[in-house]
């Protein structure tokens, strides 16, 4: 048995695994790449667990050196200081030797907005392509270090346990720092005199815990962290320059690396852009709501995304009408959110604009559908209510057997109470009995008759029959009196007439044969 039970955890096991397998593989799928390389070392990376850090950074745009070629040429550079960084024992030694080759060798030019392949091409960088070229070398010689981000800034700090020395790329003369006893003392006093530690923290630790809190504030994060703030480096370039689409595609990459706020921000802000801008003529740009719809959706801008919807709505319903990618559309929005009430308030938008225009085209009989879902979710609209007695009563109309018509619209009333409220419910209900009275009387079931008669003049709104009904009234109340009149009891007669033209007034057939009851 247990052994079983083991078996049925392996096998779950597996299963997730598949999953998240499947998952990843759909997520990676969906990205833009800028090279068929970018996308080959994403899915190595991903899916086969093979790190290629390098190669990450160097295919952020399409380039002309290959990968190989990239090693190379930094090999180039590393070779005659190999021998010398492996001989000395002396660490910061080390470290100065590597930092003054970079900057003799490979960095030339410092720009704000730079990607790392341009480090190979013309020798520009800045902190972050930098640090990274930094962190691949040091990696190379196997020497540790951790990767500190600031709020504008990035740096790297090579034998973090033990000497601390900061490498600042952008800092090409003393860029590299050796952290000792008396720099954490010259800088905690530094805070201490401006004022810059909380109270919590004063008298509670000790100096070098001091140190390690306030220089590191932002945190350490590590080289697959950078790989996301590059991509984001380079996402802020393009939002800069008005490419939100470009800038999205990279971003998209880049949180894969490092979910960090400030690349969820730009994300959002990139999003935003694009959607402002678009019209919805396409899948894609449908994708770019549901993508903002998916992770941002909130209370303060739940309205404004509902209005997006509806202005989807009039472009593919009625500028340019295209229904097959309106329903995906639906489809694709409401899966993207959990959330019930921009669910609920999309579907009504589109229920209840797919009812009016097939209103409006004259087809109750396809409005039908859409109106009742509507009417279900909002009872109480006016204009809607209105829209949906048309199509309940168009429906019913064309039921020919008056007592199906009679259960169908009870069944109707039943659901949605308030319709009997309205004065058209209240008419055609009055109307099936006025029905219901000479089918029976035709039938010569008489007290059946006299019954549905009663009940349609109890059922009669106030303001009378309208105008609709009023000739059928007439027809029905004059066939009663004629077959008192032929029962030779002339006063039930005129009784019928009188009450014809009460609901059918100024109808010739009535007074006319009043006229003779009273005269002859």
Do not use: W
Not at 211 to 221: D, L, R
Not at 241 to 258: A, D, M, T, V
């Amino acid at each position: 048995m247990k052994k079983i039970f083991l078996i049925a955890i392996l096998m779950s096991s597996i299963l997730q695994l598949k999953a998240d397998s499947d998952t990843t593989l759909s997520v990676l799928n969906n990205l833009v790449y800028s090279s068929t390389s970018e996308k080959e070392l994403f899915q190595e990376y991903f899916i086969k667990d093979n790190k290629d850090y390098l190669g990450i950074f160097y295919s952020i745009t399409d380039n002309l050196r290959t990968e190989a070629e990239v090693l190379e040429y930094i090999d180039e550079y590393i070779r005659p200081i190999e021998a010398s960084v492996n001989k000395t024992k002396n660490r910061k030694k080390k470290i100065k030797l590597i930092f003054k080759m970079v900057h003799e060798k490979m960095f030339l030019f410092y720009s704000e907005y730079t990607l790392f392949p341009e480090i190979f091409g013309n020798g520009t960088y800045n902190c972050l392509t930098g640090t990274a070229l930094f962190s691949v070398i040091l990696d190379r010689f196997n020497i540790p270090y951790k990767i500190i981000e600031l709020t504008d800034h990035v740096y790297l700090v090579a034998y973090p346990d033990e000497d601390e020395i900061l490498m600042e790329s952008t800092v090409p003369l003393k860029g590299y720092l050796s952290v000792n006893d008396a720099y954490k003392k010259e800088y905690v006093e530094y805070l201490r005199k401006n004022k810059l530690i909380r109270i919590g923290d004063k008298g509670l630790l000790s100096t070098n815990q001091i140190f390690e809190k306030y220089y590191y504030a932002n945190g350490k994060i590590d080289i697959e962290q950078l790989i996301g703030l590059h991509y984001y480096n380079h996402a802020l370039s393009l939002l800069i320059n008005s490419k939100p689409e470009e800038s999205i595609n990279q971003l998209e990459k880049g949180l894969l690396f490092y979910k960090s706020p400030r690349l969820e921000l730009l994300y959002k802000s990139a999003l935003e852009l694009q959607i402002e801008k678009q019209t919805y003529n396409s899948l894609e740009s449908i994708l770019y709501l549901s993508k903002y719809v998916s992770e941002f959706l909130s209370d303060e801008n739940r309205d404004n995304l509902v209005a997006e919807f509806y202005k989807l709505t009039q472009y593919l319903l009625i500028d340019y009408p295209n229904a097959e990618l309106y329903n995906k559309s639906l489809s694709i929005l409401d899966s993207a959110t959990t959330d019930s009430i921009f669910k609920a308030e999309i579907n009504f938008a589109y229920n209840y604009e797919k009812g009016r225009i097939d209103m409006l085209k004259g087809d109750a009989n396809s409005a039908y559908p859409y109106i009742l879902e509507a009417y279900k979710m909002k009872p109480t609209n006016v204009q809607l209510e209105s829209m949906f007695v048309v199509v309940v009563l168009n429906n019913i109309y064309k039921i020919e057997d008056i007592q199906d018509a009679k259960d169908s619209l009870n069944q109707i009333v039943s659901k949605n109470p308030n319709l009997m409220e309205n004065k058209y419910i209240q008419q055609f209900n009055a109307y099936i009995h006025l029905r219901l009275a000479y089918n029976s009387f035709t039938k010569r079931r008489m007290n059946e008759a006299l019954k549905e008669l009663a009940l349609y003049e109890e059922k009669i709104p106030e303001g009378g029959v309208d105008v609709d009904f009023q000739d059928y009234s007439g027809f029905v109340y004059s066939e009663f009196s004629s077959y008192y009149f032929r029962k030779q009891n002339r006063t039930k007669a005129k009784y019928y007439l009188k009450k014809g033209l009460e609901y059918s007034p100024g109808n010739r057939s009535l007074e006319k044969k009043l006229y003779l009851l009273n005269n002859y």
